[in-house]
């Protein structure tokens, strides 16, 4: 038997008093923590939900976020994180796909509605039995401003919407955890929809303990670490990496609900962080915040004994510079919602190699393959595959994607290109469907954006491919500039013409302040090919007269 709420069990009887959550003024002792966890499994079992049903939650990092995930394991029942970010249509697409028989759901902002669009969602799938608001007072007082409209009178018994507290009030706290089995589903996390609707990858309890365990071992966990945790809970990573790996090991997790580089920088000085783990957007914001004192970069450095990096790839200027301002090295690795996360990491006590995304973790196996499914040679670029305890059971009601996804021989096919050099350690190339053909030519926007990076005008850049009508796709970088830069995009782009094979760089600049990211800190691509009109088609002007011969020399 086994259950992913062992992680908060043992913490809470070894170190009981230690505090397990920083929110603001607000601790809790993990004894305090698990007490809450075992209220909201007694009010989960008290409504009739149990083992088979499925509960979603939508939830920044606040300490309702781990109260309600390890009372919904407790109870025996699935988890379905949702984002925060979510539009009422994708909730109740959420709720309705996983067939959630509760939803938990934070109130929100006067910015972020959160707790109307989930009320509202809610409200339009008849399957979905019970809706409890979280609110920001753990009292559950609701914020004015973003009081519900309580019209469709479901969401508890007799009408009008419960708050978690009212949810809970009277529920016993000692609350024996329901029995589940290591291959029962623990957790769904849904993917993001890049190529069709978002399919619930269905993590079993065994995939997710393994994981967290095997994250403490790759990041060498300190007797006590203290983690700044920025990456949003309802996301793999930081559910995986702070929250499962950061109570396994003890350690005490400060909560920020939402990245800000310069509340972060503050929030790492202050609680004494020893660890950090975000995507290279954050690392980025963080290196370029301005108007910070030798003295706290000091201090922040004489605490954090570890940096580490996932959700896309780290560009190497990104982190050697990083490590030059900060003094702390940055560990990087790789995995999708799929794999638990993590599949590769480079290890503390391995030689790091920069630009490389790791070695396998242990009990994973990761391969190269080719399109025709032979593996590939060192060094050879083909599609990451990716065996062992952390591969997820399958999409949630999608067998034809999963058969698709996960071959006969067990091997999680990850869509990513990469490549393995000949001491086992493997490489981050691109996204499989994020790959550029160019006139024939195959382009890896991530090589272009690498080499964009070391301009000394380019604070950030991001490259698609766009539609044109003669080569079938063409380059296009969208480039943050650094501050106070005048760079012009045909100066940038004659800097390109210079550096890069004629078939790789970019045709195309456009200077922008922003960058649209998901939640978790990820560019969005796909809305910037979105925003291009289509077909586009280039100037002559933008050819080289030998731009052919180049091309010609480089196949």
Not at 154 to 180: C, H, I, N
Not at 320 to 326: D, K, L, N, S
Not at 452 to 466: F, K, M, R, W
Not at 470 to 499: K, N, Y
Request: contains cysteine; hydrophobic residues 45%; aromatic residues 8%.
């Amino acid at each position: 038997m086994l259950n992913l709420a062992v992680v908060l069990e043992e913490a809470a009887r070894t170190w009981p008093e230690r505090d397990a959550l920083v929110f603001g003024e607000r601790h809790l002792t993990y004894a305090e923590l698990d007490a809450a966890a075992r209220q909201v499994a007694a009010a989960l079992a008290g409504r009739g939900i149990g083992p088979g049903d499925r509960v979603a939650l939508s939830c920044p990092n606040l300490p309702a976020f781990p109260a309600v995930y390890f009372g919904i394991l407790k109870a025996g029942a699935t988890v379905v994180p949702l984002s925060i970010l979510l539009a009422e249509r994708e909730i109740a697409f959420h709720l309705a796909d996983s067939a959630a028989r509760a939803y938990l759901c934070f109130e929100g902002t006067a910015e972020l509605l959160m707790g109307r669009a989930g009320h509202a969602a809610f409200a339009s799938v008849p399957g979905c039995e019970t809706f409890v608001l979280i609110t920001a007072d753990p009292t559950g007082n609701l914020s004015p401003a973003v009081l519900l409209d309580e019209a469709t009178g479901r969401g508890r018994p007799g009408g009008g919407v419960e708050t978690l507290a009212a949810f809970t009030a009277g529920a016993a706290d000692d609350f024996d955890t329901v029995p589940t089995s290591e291959s029962d589903i623990a957790v769904v996390l849904y993917t993001s929809g890049t190529t069709g609707s978002p399919k619930g990858a269905q993590l079993t309890h065994s995939n997710m303990v393994h994981n967290a365990l095997v994250s403490t071992r790759v990041f060498d966990a300190a007797e006590h670490d203290v983690h700044l945790v920025v990456l949003p809970l309802f996301h793999a990573f930081g559910q995986t990496t702070n929250l499962n790996a950061g109570f396994a090991s003890g350690a005490t997790l400060v909560l920020v609900p939402r990245f800000e580089p310069q509340a972060a920088l503050a929030a790492l000085q202050r609680n004494a962080v020893t660890f950090f783990a975000g995507v290279p957007t954050m690392y980025w914001a963080l290196l370029h915040c301005p108007d910070v004192a030798p003295a706290d970069l000091d201090r922040i450095a004489s605490c954090l004994r570890i940096c580490v990096s996932g959700g896309s790839a780290m560009p190497a200027e990104v982190l050697r510079a990083f490590e030059r301002r900060f003094g702390v090295a940055i560990l990087e690795g790789y995995g999708l919602s799929e794999t638990s996360p993590v599949a590769t990491f480079n290890r503390a006590d391995r030689p790091r190699r920069v630009g490389s995304i790791g070695l396998p973790v242990w009990g994973v196996e990761v391969r190269v393959t080719r399109a025709d499914g032979t593996p590939a040679a060192d060094d050879e670029t083909g599609e990451l595959c990716v065996r062992g305890h952390n591969v997820m059971r399958g999409y949630l009601g999608q067998p034809e994607a999963t058969a698709t996804a996960v071959d006969a021989q067990g091997w999680f096919h990850t869509g990513d290109l990469g490549r393995r050099d000949a001491d086992g350690y493997f490489y981050l190339v691109d996204r499989l469907k994020d790959m550029i053909i160019r006139g024939g030519f195959n382009v890896y926007p991530r090589e272009v954006e690498e080499v964009l990076l070391t301009h000394p005008d380019v604070s950030l850049a991001a490259v698609v491919g766009i539609p044109h009508e003669r080569h079938g796709q063409e380059i296009m970088a969208f480039v943050i500039r650094r501050p106070g830069a005048s760079l012009t995009a045909d100066e940038l782009v004659a800097w390109c013409r210079e550096t890069m094979a004629a078939y790789k760089y970019p045709r195309h600049v456009e200077f922008r302040d922003a960058l649209p990211m998901t939640a978790a800190g990820k560019i969005l691509k796909r809305q910037l090919v979105a925003d291009q009109p289509t077909p586009i088609v280039a100037p002559d002007a933008a050819r080289t007269p030998d731009a052919d011969a180049d091309a010609a020399t480089a196949r």
